[in-house]
């Protein structure tokens, strides 16, 4: 079975200073990992995703995520917060012939403060 | 393109009314999913669709709980008899299927209280 772990359900940080929200993985084949971001009232959306090419994923609004077999882990990163950036943030995985279905974590709340 | 349409977008209900939520997927995408959201248990697949047939419905709490995907255009997820512990935001979400993993995309979501 694959699960995903997000360590720190709520994550605060100076607007401009380095965003680190952790995702581990649990997977018995190769997974597919996401992140998703959903702003306050609304739905989820993809910030990016690994599909077994490039390690080092980039995605939109300047964040990215590096898979690390080694480390089971797919942190998601960017170095300048900022304060639109505040929201929940979640992993996911998946993996070939899963049907497409995806295991989230339990999320990350992001806080970005002046 | 529209995205992913669900209706209504907010409903108040009593307990033991019949609710039914509505989807339309993004027209080409053949995968279709339902979720729950709520404080206590975080975001919940409760079934999802590929090519209009149920594939896992496991996520479903119980018999009051239905869904149906008549075509590939048109999804409904029905509660009934409602209970106050159903009220939650509830997602549908479409993908394309194919043999790996595609992005879902999310619908707005529909705000549940049942009181």
């Known amino acids: 079975a694959q699960s995903v772990t997000q360590l720190g359900s709520h994550v605060s940080v100076s607007e401009g200073a380095l965003v680190l929200l952790r995702c581990n993985y649990s997977?018995?084949?190769?997974?597919?990992l996401f992140w998703y971001v959903q702003y306050p009232n609304q739905g989820l959306q993809l910030l990016l995703k690994?599909?077994?090419?490039?390690?080092l994923v980039k995605g939109i609004n300047g964040f990215e995520a590096e898979f690390k077999k080694s480390e089971t882990s797919f942190h998601l990163t960017k170095p300048s917060a900022h304060m639109s950036d505040a929201a929940e943030y979640f992993c996911a995985v998946s993996y070939t012939g899963g049907g497409n279905k995806l295991t989230f974590g339990t999320g990350t709340q992001l806080k970005v403060e002046l | 393109d529209a995205g992913v349409i669900q209706s209504p977008r907010h409903e108040v209900t009593e307990m033991g009314q019949e609710v039914t939520l509505r989807c339309k997927p993004i027209s080409g995408h053949n995968s279709l999913f339902w979720y729950r959201q709520t404080m206590m248990r975080g975001l919940e697949l409760l079934i999802y669709f590929n090519n209009n047939v149920p594939i896992d419905d496991s996520g479903m709490p119980e018999d009051r709980f239905s869904a149906k995907m008549p075509n590939a255009s048109f999804s409904t997820l029905k509660i009934q008899p409602s209970e106050p512990r159903d009220s939650a935001v509830y997602f549908c979400?479409?993908?394309?299927?194919?043999?790996?993993?595609?992005?879902?995309?999310f619908g707005p979501g529909t705000r549940l209280l049942v009181l």
């Open positions: 979400a479409s993908s394309n299927y194919g043999p790996q993993p595609e992005t879902q995309y």
């Open positions: 997977s018995s084949v190769p997974p597919y």
């Open positions: 690994y599909t077994s090419a490039a390690t």
